[in-house]
């Protein structure tokens, strides 16, 4: 069962709702939130913000270590083209400089933007935003709010939404987007609460709808987030791919003994990285500190990847913990000092009966960021006029390996740069062609349809977590040729079961779960067959029969819809960086692990 792909019956089209407007934004997080606030405060009224759970409940809030921007609060000498070096070698050399020069030019105004409308930031004892080191990054330039940065951003840009009565709509699923490959004229998808079909006619589509971390079976997400929406309905409208293969693999995340009720929900759950920021450090179950041996200056807060790792291989080398991890100890810091800084990380595990000021937290590497996503221009727009993705649900900014707190930045300094884009050339609703109706949305709706209260041999969620194992075991931290071939006929056949599955009414949650099987076996052949395509071994991607880096692959591996079907992918060359950010490239600005001893 593939409810995305259009192809019509015989069968009457069902009833709907229509709704036009000027711009239909696809998801309430931080991403789309701030491009409704730019739109309407540059005079666009006519926004409509659409969100798959209720107002204000929106994967940004799981973001809790901070918020990149080079303010300078603590190191006056850092500044954005630093940023930028530092975010330009994180991932590798090939992210797009224009992009990344964008989100770190902007990033101090909006942190003062943000500060200016009432987000509660950790301040210094002066009363300055206060600033945190993080992984990789040459100075202290995280801005923090506590370790619930997200779910603080989040309710100081819904606040402001609300102020400008911005429209939403809550608990509406976006099954297709109504496009001839050129142009997008809408989308099409469903209430959650009522089962009821909506036709959107809309001039402008913001995909800000997130990623596809959860295709694997131990990440950060929850399970009905991050499954692929934004990337596979971008694909499916004629949009193109882009460095899928590029999954950040968090180091630290709940490692857990599955049996037990009370743990068993929290495996995989992130760990932020703040932890580590405030001086967390990691030991084997040997004792040892291991990261001596893998990053002697840089320690645990070394890049993601070499972090996640190092984790790994002390577990493959038998120096695991009880359920698989590593110990992430910060109990040499005092009491007061974690509750003060580290406050939703201390209330969890206090809630597990494990108190972080006396005791290790057990941590192993975890799906966390896909790097990858939609291809988008300078201003986030795609290969399709009028469809913009931005926030998680558009690639370029992080390439190969995203920088810790350069998530948040992205989604705030993108809102803005499509909403000034959309608001320069708004041109209302527009009409969608009779053609796209009639080949389009009728099929797509009566496919749709017919999905619900069909009987079937195979449970769709015993297939999403099928895939999601195949994935962690054929495209996961380490990966070669024989697995990733092997996990792409794995998931053909799985695939074909697809077809044959039992799915209850439009207000269950097996018909919500249908729609993101369709859109995560998209996502998961993109991250597959990329990482088959990408020869060699790049920050996030590591491939043991491939382990060297090769300066030949400094490119992207993209991928556009085909007229006959198929994913095939192309390369991308790569753009030079600014010359100010080649000279901070070249001054070597660096983290030195022991300024926090």
């Not at 009779?434 to 496919?447: K, M, N, Q, R, Y």
């Not at 619900?452 to 449970?459: I, K, R, S």
């Not at 991928?559 to 790569?574: N, Y």
Request: net charge negative.
């Amino acid at each position: 069962m593939d409810p995305s792909s259009g192809i019509g019956s015989d069968e009457a089209v069902p009833d709907y709702e229509r709704v036009d407007v000027s711009v239909l934004i696809i998801g309430a997080g931080a991403a789309g939130a701030r491009a409704a606030i730019e739109l309407v405060d540059r005079g666009v009224d006519d926004v409509l913000v659409l969100g798959k759970r209720g107002h204000g409940d929106a994967h940004t809030t799981w973001a809790r270590g901070g918020i990149n921007g080079a303010l300078g609060t603590h190191d006056p000498e850092d500044d954005w083209a630093i940023h930028a070096a530092d975010t330009l070698k994180e991932g590798h050399f090939i992210n797009d400089p224009m992009q990344v020069e964008t989100v770190t030019k902007g990033m101090p105004d909006r942190l003062r933007e943000l500060d200016e409308g009432g987000m509660a930031f950790s301040r210094t004892d002066d009363g300055e935003i206060d600033q945190r080191y993080f992984g990789a990054q040459s100075f202290r330039r995280t801005a923090f709010a506590g370790d619930h940065t997200g779910e603080s951003l989040l309710d100081t840009l819904v606040e402001q939404a609300q102020d400008r009565e911005v429209p939403y709509r809550e608990n509406v699923m976006i099954t297709k987007l109504l496009s001839d490959g050129d142009r997008v004229y809408g989308a099409a998808g469903f209430d959650m609460d009522s089962g009821e079909f909506v036709l959107f006619n809309a001039g402008n589509v913001v995909l800000a709808a997130g990623g596809y971390a959860a295709v694997y079976n131990r990440h950060t997400s929850r399970d009905d987030e991050n499954n692929g929406d934004g990337p596979a309905l971008a694909y499916d409208a004629g949009a193109t791919l882009m460095d899928m293969e590029f999954v950040q693999f968090h180091p630290t995340g709940m490692a857990v003994d599955e049996d037990d009720p009370d743990w068993s929900p929290w495996s995989g759950r992130l760990v932020t990285e703040a932890v580590r920021g405030e001086g967390g450090r990691l030991y084997n179950a040997d004792g040892e500190r291991f990261m001596e041996r893998y990053s002697p200056d840089q320690m645990e807060l070394d890049a993601r990847d070499v972090v996640a790792r190092a984790i790994a291989a002390e577990i493959a080398a038998g120096r695991g913990t009880e359920h698989g991890g590593v110990y992430l100890d910060i109990s040499h810091r005092n009491e007061a000092f974690i509750k003060e800084r580290l406050p939703r990380m201390y209330e969890r595990f206090a809630d597990l009966g494990v108190n972080m000021a006396e005791e290790p937290v057990e941590v192993a590497p975890t799906a966390h960021y896909g790097m990858g996503g939609v291809r988008v221009d300078a201003y986030g727009e795609t290969d399709v006029d009028g469809l913009f993705a931005i926030g998680e649900t558009m690639a370029g900014v992080h390439g190969a390996n995203r920088l810790g707190g350069n998530s948040l930045a992205e989604t705030v300094v993108y809102g803005v740069i499509a909403g000034e884009r959309i608001a320069d050339r708004i041109d209302g609703p527009g009409t969608i062609p009779d053609a796209i109706l009639g080949s389009v949305f009728e099929p797509h709706l009566t496919d749709l349809a017919a999905v619900a209260d069909q009987g079937g041999t195979h449970e769709v969620e015993t297939l999403l977590a099928e895939l999601r194992d195949l994935m962690w075991t054929h495209a996961g931290i380490l990966r070669d040729d024989s697995s990733l071939r092997e996990g792409l006929d794995r998931l053909a056949d799985l695939r074909e079961r697809a077809a044959d599955v039992r799915v209850g009414s439009r207000t269950g949650r097996s018909f919500e779960f249908a729609v993101d099987l369709g859109f995560s076996l998209v996502v998961a052949e993109a991250i597959l067959r990329g990482a088959i395509e990408r020869t060699e071994s790049r920050g996030a991607h590591y491939r043991t029969d491939y382990p060297e880096t090769d300066d030949d692959w400094c490119r992207n591996v993209a991928f556009a819809p085909a007229d006959l079907g198929g994913m095939k992918p192309h390369t991308v060359p790569v753009a030079d960086p600014s010359a100010a950010v080649q000279s901070a490239l070249d001054a070597g600005y660096e983290l030195d692990y022991h300024q926090l001893e």
